[in-house]
């Protein structure tokens, strides 16, 4: 037999690498959507009410400064603006302290994907009710840890039940999908669907307009009516 070419030694040995690699962390497989998340599936809620659920995987990353990663016991998130009572409330006193509901949600995406996902988490309404509505207030703007923001009308949190989410698929989110907490709001497109939550403003603005909004896409980011203009 002659000798094997170095090249083909090379290739060979890169494959053998990369199955390696595969078989003891998947969440090193090439292509896939976040290799920080992958380990967390096989503890995930994949099925309910007999449909099948998306992966925490599944999600394509489109954030606008990359995922941020916040300290659980320093974290506040501040609920102000057109409240009789300003309140300040740390992770624990949230989760402890309001009760707890889940949703089978769909996030659309403009971008062209959806994943369908078990959300657990609270009601931003009761966030709002320990703070105190003031009567005058028709809006509520949510501020992300990253500088990004969007408003949504109050009846439309009130109405919908939109849960201010901390689990999805019986997993604690992870920092990838906007831990501590990701804004559920179903039937609008994922740009209204905030992550890394850190504030709650009260306001009387229904023109406030956050990140996307500013650049063009709808303000109510309702399904039904597209997402642009």
């Not at 999600?59 to 009572?85: C, D, K, W």
Request: negative net charge.
């Amino acid at each position: 037999m002659g000798k094997i070419p170095a090249v083909i030694i090379i290739i060979t040995l890169v494959i053998v690498a990369v199955a390696a690699v595969s078989i003891i962390n998947p969440g090193l497989v090439p292509g896939t959507q976040d290799q920080n998340i992958t380990l967390l599936t096989p503890v995930e809620v994949r099925d309910y009410e007999g449909e099948r659920l998306s992966s925490i995987a599944d999600f394509h990353e489109n954030s606008i400064r990359g995922p941020q990663y916040i300290n659980q016991s320093a974290y506040m998130l501040e609920i102000s603006g057109l409240v009789t009572r300003p309140i300040s409330l740390s992770y624990d006193e949230i989760l402890k302290g309001y009760p707890a509901y889940e949703k089978k949600v769909t996030l659309f995406c403009v971008e062209g994907w959806e994943v369908t996902i078990l959300w657990k988490g609270v009601r931003v309404e009761d966030l709002l009710t320990s703070a105190g509505v003031n009567p005058a207030a028709n809006t509520v703007i949510f501020y992300a840890a990253d500088g990004y923001s969007t408003s949504l009308p109050i009846e439309y949190i009130k109405d919908r039940d939109i849960l201010l989410a901390h689990s999805m698929n019986g997993v604690v989110l992870p920092a990838e999908r906007g831990f501590p907490f990701q804004l559920v709001a179903e039937d609008r497109w994922g740009y209204k669907w905030i992550k890394w939550v850190t504030r709650i403003e009260v306001s009387d603005d229904p023109a406030y307009r956050g990140y996307w909004e500013e650049r063009g896409y709808s303000q109510t980011g309702d399904l039904q009516k597209g997402f642009f203009g």
